[in-house]
Nanobody
Framework: VQLQASGGGLVQAGGSLRLSCAASGREVSRVIAWFRQAPGKEREFVAGIRWASENFNYADSVKGRFTIFRDRDKKTVDLQMNSLKPEDTAVYYC?????????????????????WGQGTLVTVSS
């Protein structure tokens, strides 16, 4: 599978953006997630979704503001980001894994993912 991320941009605090991750290939991986990396910081988990069941999980920092969902026909996983804050500024990456790991604690680790899309920059101005 290959991943193509899109949708980043510049937005004012309180605004919204929608990122999209398009998967290509015969089969879509079991889990697709969004991570982000701010300058000088580690790459961190934002949200993830299991392709088959649509079971999902969010980082505490984005709960209630971000929504992850998948479109089976388009093979996309979108991240709707509302009420954006300057601290959401980062390069956002989508990633995929075929791991059988059940725990979202484990699936929040970047090391569980073996396919990465290119990053898309999100800048939130204050």
């Amino acid at each position: 599978v290959q991943l193509q991320a899109s949708g980043g941009g510049l937005v004012q605090a309180g605004g919204s953006l929608r990122l999209s991750c398009a998967a290509s290939g015969r089969e879509v991986s079991r889990v697709i997630a969004w991570f982000r990396q701010a300058p000088g910081k580690e790459r961190e988990f934002v949200a993830g979704i299991r392709w088959a069941s649509e079971n999902f999980n969010y980082a505490d920092s984005v709960k209630g503001r971000f929504t992850i969902f998948r479109d089976r026909d388009k093979k996309t996983v979108d991240l709707q980001m509302n009420s954006l804050k300057p601290e959401d500024t980062a390069v956002y990456y989508c990633a995929a894994t075929s791991s059988l790991q059940w725990s979202w604690t484990a699936l929040s680790s970047r090391y569980e993912y073996d396919v990465w899309g290119q990053g898309t920059l999100v800048t939130v101005s204050s």
